[in-house]
């Protein structure tokens, strides 16, 4: 007989693991991938490339060589971080600003916490932002789709005859400064169902709201992630803006102009619903994506920039402790207690 | 030219504000404290090791300007040496207490004790514990997940990997007794240098009778009480059958190691035995 | 939309191999070692001396207090010893060893097959009846039953939950009774109602066990008051606050007992005991148990006297299996592994789970990557990563602050995790730390 093994309950495994809620989300990604890199051809496929590859590598480097731990390169979470950087970035960026991206999302954003687990921030934000206030004019040069391949959709646009161009949030933006009037921007831009199959300049991931939602459901029904942040987001941009359009018409674009331009999909879907920095329980989670939301729309409405939600995760994220001290999960039995008292 | 002294003086003047709140919040906040317990928390080790039974040296120090007699407190890690000093500061008597180590009341080595079964928790020795008795016959014995050494500050413990039990590095122990603690088996024991560091004591702990401990361990203690009836002063008892050698009585004459059928009895420091003749005129000495 | 509990749980693999076997009575052993604590509560104290003869049933070892059971002899013959033996903890624990000589029972004991349906003892001696039968919790918990009867002044019990839930995977016994022993089962319920002085019983079965539903249901019609509840297929739906839940709606407050919601609960294996305590004068002294496993030959259910070693039930069975890597006392989420085969079949022994190596081995535990899938399955509703990471570093008070006395143990959250973190493994240790604690505090 083989010596009996002791351990304490519970003795089974559901057989989850971390690699495959990582390559889970992965998968999600693939139609906003495949999508983008039809809209943006090989351009695309650089940034991305390049991106997985230098943050697995990066990774590797750091683990092996700085921590002298065992590399766990293999367990998807680098190549997952690198997906969600290069999806934020424009395609045709130069390899080497990716690069050093990668090197501040992977290296500053997750690796100098200690690695997988232990970050406060999402790195690919922290990766995004960084490259964002250190090159502003390269991240915000803008390719335009391929326009040969807009005909599929039997669509001729006439907006996009530059090889370069602003994204619908500057546009709007600009337009908003400018004092023009809200409805002649509107023609300006592309038509809503333009906008759902991604037919705008933009970070190369972020564009087709079709392919971002479709990788949303299957996170949902694999069960890697939980409604409750996306739905918080989404439902509080929705809100926000649709109060705004009611108080002046003139002056503010609608819910769905804001649902599907910029990064709202994408950063309430994939970026948000990191494990690593979003609260635990699902009254924390509703109250992380309300505060995403709001600050987004703040953003995009009254700040600066055009776009908002790499900001507003980051500093949702750093709210994150702070909501797990004070929600906790509704505890069995506390219903009653309060019914009483 | 004219921006560059308007911020100037803005933060000058910030500056000045700032430090006069903070002199008179300082001077209302104040609290007063015996300046002897900076002084005797100097001549302290500073390791925090919690030996004393304070948290830390600053609370020790406090203890001992507090206390009117300070015979009872002792820092383990600075030992007699500290403790004088500190009395000096303080114009109190201390008695010198008797220097102590750490010592491990189990030798179930992994050759003497074989593994009837595998562990496959969590690494911890308090939750194989609270499990069960451990992956060998014996229920008393170290559990050689290292639970000590992770609790030792001092770098004085380590895993000895052959025989799959904590070995204690004399020279760094200070007998702050955090291993003690940790040890959920409780076979870990704080006991007196002896003279010239010389030591003798049980490396057993198993409370099973003979049989039972000989079976599940070649080096337990079967409590044949051998030992005690070779032992001319009587310090040896034997207690819920395992043999215990009473440090206070003990006059480390070694008559009881050559009677332990299983080699329980353990020496520490003794020069290689020599015939009978010498070790009495040694004595004479 | 089928009940169940309303926070968290979990749905393992059901692997219910033995499910459908009727039960066979093993073979009287050639010797029994009867282990004196094996319930919560005090040890009981030894009655009988070496070289006694025992007859079967006869008393041998008496409760030692209120929260104590007495224990009964489950063969007749000599006592040989009483000495120390390894029981399911690992540890040596006493116990009475007797050596079997024939099969005589005590004179009062009926031996008979036939269904007494007509209950003509009082309230008091259903209760004196299964305080002296010995009758502890048989699910596994093995609470002395006549304490969970015997409802404090001041409070009322409303109504009888029966735990027919057996939500553990592998296991079967409760599940096989109910099918064989349907009708003895109804008519314990009953004496329980009279006991508790209520006219509402529910028993609660899952879902995976149709055929138990179907049958219950029938029979239950010609028994007032009872009626059956069909629940999602849930872990850990047969823990008795999660149960109660899913039963009644009603949460049992932290830190209190069900009877503060008015409801008692008792298993349906219990519930067989009684009614043979009481119809049938008989103790508690051979129960049902499981002997299952992916690569056991004959996954088996066997009425067993209390005392056997397993080995004897792993052998009925088919023998250990080559690739075993853990032998698992009761189910595999709440069980407990077990060091030898010389163990004996105690009250509580619902199940012999035989693992393949496989299996049985853990997986490396990772860094936590908050997935937060531990806090949305536990079923009180607590943070188990942070339970965790307290207990490892020792902070007592926040572990108490955030209510590690309410973990039920079930283990969902250790079964959950992605990293294969040995949540379950800290929070128990914890959990023990804090409870002396806290009885220390409450002491002084």
Redesign the interface.
């Given at each position: 007989?083989?010596?009996?093994?002791?351990?304490?309950?519970?003795?089974?495994?559901?057989g989850?693991?971390?690699k495959?809620?990582m390559y889970g989300v992965i998968i999600a990604l693939l139609p906003a991938l495949a999508a983008s890199i039809f809209y943006f051809g090989i351009g695309a496929v650089v940034v991305t490339i390049t991106s997985v590859l230098a943050c697995v590598v990066f990774e590797y480097l750091i683990q092996k060589y700085l921590l002298k731990n065992k590399p766990?390169i293999f367990?998807g979470?680098a190549a997952l971080t690198g997906l969600l950087l290069a999806f934020n970035l424009p395609t045709y960026l130069p390899i080497w600003i990716i690069i050093i991206g990668s090197l501040v999302a992977i290296g500053i954003g997750k690796m100098s916490f200690g690695?997988?687990?232990?970050n406060p921030f999402n790195p690919a934000l922290v990766g995004r932002v960084f490259l964002l206030i250190s090159f502003p004019v390269q991240m915000t040069t803008w390719p335009t789709p391929i326009i040969s391949r807009l005909h599929y959709f039997g669509i001729t646009p006439e907006i996009l005859d530059a090889t370069t161009g602003a994204t619908p949030l500057s546009i709007l933006k600009e337009g908003v400064s400018n004092g023009v009037a809200n409805a002649e921007i509107m023609q300006q831009l592309p038509s809503l169902s333009e906008l759902f199959f991604g037919l705008m300049g933009g970070s190369a991931g972020e564009s087709a709201a079709a392919a971002l939602i479709l990788g949303g459901l299957y996170l949902l029904i694999k069960k890697i992630i939980?409604w409750h942040i996306p739905v918080s987001i989404i439902g509080t941009v929705v809100i926000f803006t649709t109060l705004l359009k009611l108080i002046h018409p003139d002056l503010y674009a609608g819910p769905a102009f804001h649902l599907l331009t910029g990064g709202v999909l994408l950063g309430a879907i994939f970026m948000a619903t990191d494990?690593?920095?979003?609260?635990?329980?699902?009254k924390g989670?509703l109250i992380f994506g309300i505060g995403i939301g709001v600050i987004t729309v703040l953003i995009r409405i009254f700040g600066s920039f055009p776009e908002g939600v790499s900001f507003a995760i980051l500093i949702m994220n750093g709210f994150v402790p702070l909501i797990d001290k004070y929600i906790?999960?509704?505890?069995?039995?506390?219903?009653?207690?309060t019914q009483k008292a | 030219m004219n921006v560059i002294s308007i911020t100037i003086i803005t933060l000058a003047s910030l500056g000045v504000a700032a430090a006069i709140i903070l002199y008179f919040v300082a001077q209302k906040f104040k609290v007063f404290e015996d300046p002897r317990i900076d002084e005797v928390e100097e001549v302290l080790p500073a390791a925090n090791c919690g030996g004393c039974g304070f948290p830390g040296c600053r609370a020790f120090a406090e203890a001992l300007v507090k206390a009117d007699d300070i015979s009872d407190l002792n820092c383990p890690v600075g030992g007699a040496d500290t403790m004088s000093k500190a009395a000096s500061i303080l114009g109190k008597k201390v008695q010198a207490a008797a220097p102590t180590v750490a010592v491990l009341k189990c030798n179930g080595t992994c050759e003497s004790r074989p593994?009837?079964?595998?562990?496959?928790?969590?690494e911890s020795c308090s939750?194989a514990a609270s499990?069960?008795g451990g992956?060998t016959g014996c229920s008393y014995g170290c559990l050689g997940m290292g639970e000590c050494v992770d609790a030792c500050q001092f770098n004085a413990m380590y895993m000895d990997k052959e025989t799959g039990l904590p070995v204690i590095k004399e020279e760094n122990c200070v007998s702050c007794g955090a291993c003690v603690a940790a040890c959920p088996k409780k076979i870990i024991e704080i006991r007196k240098q002896g003279p010239k560091n010389r030591r003798i004591y049980v490396a057993c702990a198993n409370k099973d009778k003979g049989g039972v401990a000989k079976k599940a361990c070649s080096s337990a203690c079967i409590a044949c009480s051998k030992c005690m009836k070779a032992c001319p002063f009587g310090a040896i008892i034997v207690h819920q059958n395992v043999a215990q050698i009473n440090p206070e009585t003990c006059r480390y004459c070694r008559k009881c190691t050559p009677e332990c059928p299983t080699g329980a009895i353990l020496e520490a420091n003794f020069p290689p035995k020599k015939e009978k003749k010498e070790l009495v005129k040694d004595k004479a000495e | 939309m089928l009940k169940t509990f309303?926070?968290g749980g979990?749905h393992?693999?059901e692997n219910k191999f033995s499910a459908g076997q009727k039960i066979e009575t093993l073979e009287i052993p050639e010797q029994v070692s009867v282990l004196v604590a094996q319930h919560i509560g005090g040890p009981a104290e030894v009655a009988v001396d070496k070289g006694d003869q025992v007859k079967v049933g006869q008393i041998i070892a008496t409760a030692a207090g209120f929260v104590s059971t007495n224990i009964h002899s489950p063969v007749s013959g000599t006592v040989l010893k009483i000495d120390t033996i390894i029981d399911a903890s690992?540890y040596r624990k006493k116990a009475i060893i007797i050596k079997t000589e024939g099969d005589e029972w005590e004179a009062n004991i009926d031996r008979s097959e036939t269904l007494v349906k007509e209950i003509t003892a009082t309230p008091q001696e259903i209760i004196r009846k299964i305080t002296n039968a010995g009758i502890v919790g048989l699910g596994g918990a093995t609470f002395p039953s006549h304490v969970k009867l015997s409802v404090p002044p001041g409070k009322k019990c409303e109504v009888l939950i029966l735990n027919g839930v057996e939500c553990e995977?592998y296991l079967t016994s409760d599940h096989q009774l109910m099918m064989e022993k349907g009708e003895e089962i109804l008519v314990g319920t009953k004496i329980l109602m009279k006991a508790l002085n209520v006219d509402k019983a529910i028993i609660g079965i899952e879902n995976n066990k149709k055929d138990a539903i179907e049958k219950m249901s029938e029979l239950s019609k010609s028994y007032d008051g009872i009626s059956i509840q069909p629940l999602k297929v849930q872990y850990p739906q047969g823990g008795e606050?999660q149960l109660i839940?899913a039963c009644i709606g009603?949460?049992?407050?932290?830190g209190?007992l069900p009877i503060e919601?008015g409801a008692v609960v008792q298993n349906t294996g219990t519930v067989f005991a009684v009614y043979e305590a009481v119809q049938k004068n008989k103790p508690l002294f051979e129960r049902v148990v499981t002997v299952t496993g992916k690569s056991v030959k004959k996954p088996s259910n066997f009425k067993a006297r209390i005392g056997t070693p397993i080995s004897q039930l792993i052998d009925a069975a088919g023998g250990?299996p080559e690739d075993?890597?853990?032998?698992?006392g009761g189910g595999?989420?709440?069980?407990?592994?077990?060091?030898?085969t010389d163990i004996p079949v105690t009250k509580g022994s619902s199940g012999i789970?035989i693992?393949p190596?496989e299996?049985?081995?853990?997986?490396p535990s990772?860094?936590?990557?908050?997935?937060?899938?531990c806090?949305?399955v536990?079923?009180?509703?607590?943070?188990p990563?942070?339970l965790m990471t307290v207990s490892e570093k020792s902070v007592w008070d926040r572990a108490e602050e955030?209510?590690i006395m309410?973990c039920i143990?079930c283990?969902?959250c250790?079964?959950?995790?992605?990293?294969?973190r040995?949540l379950?493994?800290y929070i128990?240790l914890g959990k023990g730390t804090v409870g002396q604690i806290i009885r220390n505090r409450t002491n002084k």
């Open positions: 007989m083989n010596t009996l093994t002791v351990s304490p309950s519970p003795h089974v495994h559901s989850d693991s971390v495959k809620n766990s367990d979470s690695g997988l687990g232990n939980t494990y690593v920095t979003s609260p635990m329980s699902h989670m906790k999960p509704k505890r069995f039995g506390e219903v009653i207690k | 593994r009837l079964n595998h562990y496959d928790g969590a939750i499990l069960y992956e | 309303s926070l979990v393992p693999e690992g995977p606050k839940d009603k949460q049992v407050p932290s209190k919601v250990l075993t890597g853990k032998i698992i595999p989420m709440m069980g407990k592994a077990l060091t030898t789970l693992m190596e299996i049985a081995k853990r997986k990772q860094n936590c990557i908050r997935c937060a899938k806090v949305s536990c079923p009180m509703g607590l943070s990563y942070l955030e209510k309410d143990e283990g969902s250790s079964f959950t995790c992605p990293s294969s040995p379950l493994d128990r």
